[in-house]
């Protein structure tokens, strides 16, 4: 993750052309944000937003397997749930997508961005539909992210603020291995 841009710098690259942006990272780091002001700078843009596009699914899925609608860590929501999820949000992405259309897809993306498979067949789509394509992860500090969680008081994060410590050892972990995958652009969000 050596390619630090600004949003400036962003919306200059692309604004003349059509894009696909994958806008990585974790919870309250901002990606809605940052979307929207992104898609002010496309001429036709959707944003996809993961939990807006999902949550139907993944709460009927979760309340299928007894699990409270909260849930984003059991072995349930990861091993049964989530891949469905973003089968959900690849689907929307590739039957939904109008020609002459940039996209936005908001998702935290931490294991599809270590999907070189993955990876690939986002290329491809994005050539078929003759798109600059766009790997980014948005980050803040963890100060200002534990802040957001508060504030925005969303029932998924109930986990993540009860046990803060251990999620963000984890999610600095999943950050700090993705400094290898030099495909991908950085968002500073403080």
């Not at 999820?85 to 998702?107: H, M, V």
């Not at 050539?127 to 969680?149: G, Q």
Request: aromatic share 10%; glycine share 2%.
């Amino acid at each position: 993750m050596t390619n630090i841009k600004t949003l400036t710098c962003l919306t200059r690259e692309i604004s003349d052309q059509n894009a696909l942006i994958f806008l990585a990272g974790e919870a309250g780091v901002g990606k809605s944000t940052i979307a929207k002001k992104i898609q002010k700078s496309l001429k036709h843009c959707t944003i996809i937003d993961k939990d807006e596009a999902t949550s139907v699914l993944v709460n009927s899925l979760l309340k299928s397997y007894g699990q409270p609608a909260f849930d984003r860590e059991s072995a349930i929501y990861l091993e049964k749930v989530k891949p469905l999820e973003y089968l959900q949000l690849d689907s929307i992405l590739k039957n939904g997508l109008i020609n002459d259309t940039s996209a936005i897809i908001c998702a935290p993306f931490f294991d599809n961005f270590f999907n070189a498979e993955w990876i690939q067949e986002m290329k491809d789509f994005s050539k078929e539909k003759d798109l600059l394509i766009y790997f980014i992860v948005v980050k803040a500090p963890p100060e200002t992210i534990h802040e957001r969680l508060i504030s925005r008081n969303a029932v998924r994060d109930t986990f993540k603020l009860k046990y803060y410590s251990e999620y963000r050892a984890a999610t600095d972990l999943i950050l700090s291995n993705m400094k290898s995958l030099d495909f991908i652009n950085v968002i500073d969000n403080s």
